[in-house]
């Protein structure tokens, strides 16, 4: 169930559209524990241990999640504790996904230095060198920006981290993840449990409904 | 668990077994204990209430917990019956006490009287098997107005020029408008047409231990924690245990109606949570377990007279499957409408529920609500205007600003029954219980999908009208996954084309009973629900009737 596939034939109908509900429809469940984690690793003084990536990984997986959601004049997926989320999501709900970061960081290594021969890792690049080695990964980014063909499997590995961002960026803050409601914040969401009408700039001068002046055709 | 509440040894042969705990169960498990029956409800799902709901989305949908899950109970799809079906998720309903009702959108339009005489009207249609109801609209009035006053209904009676006479208006006034609302209706009016407050099963005025919506968000895919959403979970079920004669047994996942030499129905056959049989005896049965597990059950209760599956006389069990039609536009508009505040739609209209076939070329019709149904994941991988970059500062902006912003046209419409579109057994895949997996055979009928993509032009004029910054569509596609599951056991006189008569008995067992999505014999325009339940108060005045007759003993 996603948010919108829950069940929703709207999401249905997006579906075929390229919305990637699979991912988070068959991991909803644990994505809870992940976020708790995240928001509890973003509370804590001293980080919790990282359970899946060694240190530099999470160099390298924190810095391309913060190309994914920037950080500019508000929070980005840094600020939103991403990278914890990610780390607890491939040690409980996603671990079937293990095997995506451990062949897609090795692969993403190999292209930052065929790019960039001065750069070492993705985490030395500048931002402008980070987004091309990104786009160099993006199926869906459009042929000009797209250097060369990703191998299937780094295809998933950028796709899943994507996902794997927005998750961790736009879950209930209340609850899990979603450091201080940073990705809430973002999109305008309040945090209130129940709101009252009006809601809306178009709402707020309603005066009420009136039956259309023009009559029914029937035929 | 209150104590007071019955508990039936499944040795007692009680009334009724009912199937299911969701709109069709929930409402005969309440009309049949108040009259006075002793009835026994196997839900396959857990009982969970209001206490185990929160407005966290993860929690809540976390791991399926209020729907079918994938894993343990995965599905096959294919487009025709000559082709090898594929592993793949093919449908979603409810799971738990409550069922479907629990998590749904409670869009509740009663069905018009052109759904019933439909055929007659406009004649056949080559290659499908459209046919009219056993029964009119005149029949089921007085049942729609037993659902708005009993479950739950807020609306406004007369406030569509294209609705069905009703005896008795709403119960209580519409919710309040949203600001997706008040964009549709003056942009609808604008064109000529006829928006109208959308009648929703939520509450816009506390009822007894059920608060009046308080526009959380949460809405489609959650369960209510206030219970203003008219589930079953949060009415029927609560009255049929407050009569001392009902026990809602959860957990129970049954795989088998069981017959006695003489073809009569004797009981379910379930697994409880430990995986144990036991067999419920049952002086009838009723199976309310939706449009695929109710023919899927039928068909796993094979007997002697009956190889093909339980009263499957006809060849009709599972076939004939309508999902209803679909296509969406989008909207951006320049302020924030919030409309992520409150439950999803507070405007329709019905201009275009009978289209005239000779002048648009297809049959059909429908109806278009304004709507905003997503959460802030889902969203953000969904929501946004297909140009917009996937990732990146771009992509960053596009979410800040549209989020508030966005509103749906959801455009609903009718589906053609077809002999081929069914919910069968795969011969291959197995279940965790080790019971063979539904398989979904399904490819809509062309004029289904000219009829929605023919309102979603109608949707583009409206967001046009109306002033939207940006707009786009999503063109109807060749559906592959199930949400309403309906006319997969149809109603009709003739035993030779249906699978239960008028009184939702099946044609060939005298004590079975079927009523929930299966029984429709049309698709109507896309809000099922509230001809469900209204079928569900119906059919249970019917089999009380029979009851009473003394048809359904031995």
Not at chain 1, 204 to 216: E, L, N, R
Not at chain 2, 299 to 306: E, I
Request: aromatic fraction near 10%; charge should be neutral; charged fraction near 20%.
């Amino acid at each position: 169930m996603t948010t919108n596939e829950l069940s929703r034939r709207t999401f249905l109908l997006r579906a075929g559209t390229g919305i990637s509900a699979a991912w988070v429809s068959a991991h909803w469940p644990a994505l809870l524990s992940a976020a708790t984690h995240a928001r509890q690793a973003a509370k804590a003084a001293a980080p919790p241990k990282f359970e899946f990536f060694t240190p530099d990984q999470v160099v390298e997986i924190d810095a391309i999640t913060a190309r994914i959601i920037p950080t500019d004049d508000t929070a980005g997926a840094r600020e939103a504790g991403v990278v914890y989320f990610i780390d607890r999501a491939l040690v409980t709900f996603d671990t079937e996904n293990q095997k995506t970061y451990r062949e897609g960081l090795p692969e993403l290594r190999a292209r930052v230095t065929e790019m960039f021969p001065a750069v070492s890792k993705f985490s030395a690049a500048t931002p402008e060198e980070q987004d091309e080695i990104l786009h160099s990964f993006d199926e869906n980014t459009n042929s000009a920006r797209r250097p060369r063909r990703a191998s299937p499997g780094a295809q998933d590995f950028f796709e899943t981290l994507r996902q794997h961002t927005i998750a961790g960026f736009l879950i209930d803050p209340d609850y899990a993840g979603n450091n201080s409601g940073a990705g809430w914040k973002v999109i305008g969401r309040e945090r209130e449990h129940m709101f009252q009408s009006p809601f809306g700039y178009y709402d707020k001068d309603y005066v009420g409904w009136q039956p259309a002046t023009k009559d029914a055709n029937k035929s | 668990m209150r104590s007071d509440l019955p508990k039936y040894k499944t040795s007692d042969e009680v009334d009724f077994v009912i199937i299911g705990s969701g709109a069709a169960g929930g409402i005969l498990a309440k009309e049949l204990s108040t009259n006075g029956f002793r009835v026994v409800v196997l839900e396959q799902g857990p009982y969970l209430t209001e206490s185990d709901f929160s407005h966290n989305e993860i929690e809540i949908l976390a791991q399926d917990k209020l729907t079918n899950h994938p894993k343990l109970q995965p599905n096959t799809f294919r487009k025709t019956p000559d082709e090898k079906a594929k592993p793949q998720r093919a449908l979603v309903y409810g799971r738990c006490v409550g069922g479907t009702s629990v998590h749904f959108t409670a869009n509740f339009w009663r069905f018009h009287e052109i759904d019933f005489i439909e055929r007659s009207k406009i004649g056949a249609i080559a290659g499908t098997t459209f046919t009219d109801w056993p029964i009119t609209y005149a029949d089921i009035e007085p049942y729609y107005t037993k659902v708005e006053w009993e479950i739950g209904v807020s609306g406004l009676a007369g406030a569509s020029p294209f609705d069905p006479p009703r005896s008795k208006p709403y119960p209580m006034p519409p919710l309040p408008v949203k600001s997706s609302g008040v964009i549709f209706e003056r942009a609808a009016n604008k064109l000529g047409w006829h928006p109208f407050p959308a009648p929703m099963a939520i509450l816009s005025q506390p009822r007894p231990g059920r608060s009046a919506c308080i526009n959380c968000g949460f809405c489609l895919a959650f369960g209510c924690e206030v219970g203003a959403k008219s589930s079953s979970l949060a009415t029927a079920v609560r009255m049929a245990e407050k009569t001392g004669r009902c026990e809602i047994r959860p957990n129970s996942y049954v795989h088998r109606i069981e017959t006695d030499a003489n073809g009569r129905a004797v009981g379910a056959v379930y697994f409880d949570e430990q995986r144990n049989t036991h067999l419920q005896k049952a002086k009838a049965v009723v199976v309310c377990a939706n449009g695929a597990e109710t023919p899927r059950l039928l068909l796993l209760s094979p007997n002697k007279q009956f190889p093909n599956g339980l009263a499957n006389s006809s060849g009709f069990v599972g076939k004939n499957l309508m999902l209803n039609s679909g296509a969406i536009s989008m909207g951006v508009f320049e302020h924030p409408l919030n409309d992520y505040k409150g439950f999803a739609v507070s405007r329709i209209f019905h201009d275009f529920y009978e289209l005239d076939a000779q002048k648009v070329g297809f049959y059909g019709g429908g109806g278009i609500d304004a709507r905003f149904d997503m959460t802030p994941i889902g969203f953000a991988m969904g929501g946004l205007p297909p140009d917009t970059p996937r990732w990146g500062k771009g992509f960053k902006a596009a979410l800040s600003h549209n989020f508030t912003r966005t509103m749906e046209i959801f455009c609903h419409g009718t589906s053609l029954p077809l002999e081929n579109n069914s919910f069968s057994l795969d011969p291959d895949l197995k279940d965790a219980w080790g019971l063979p997996a539904l398989r979904l055979t399904y490819k809509d009928h062309p004029d289904d999908l000219k009829l929605v993509n023919w309102l979603n032009v109608r949707a583009q004029e409206l967001l046009e009208a109306a002033g939207a910054e940006k707009k786009w569509s999503y063109p109807a596609q060749e559906q592959q996954f199930a949400v309403h599951l309906l006319g997969t056991c149809r109603m009709g006189n003739d035993p030779k084309t249906s699978v239960i008569n008028a009184d939702h008995r099946t044609h060939d067992v005298k004590n079975l009973f079927l009523c929930d999505g299966s029984s429709l014999v049309t698709s109507g325009r896309g809000q099922p629900t509230m001809t469900i339940e209204a079928l569900a108060f119906r059919a249970a005045d019917r089999i009380t009737a029979l009851a009473k007759r003394g048809e359904l003993s031995a």
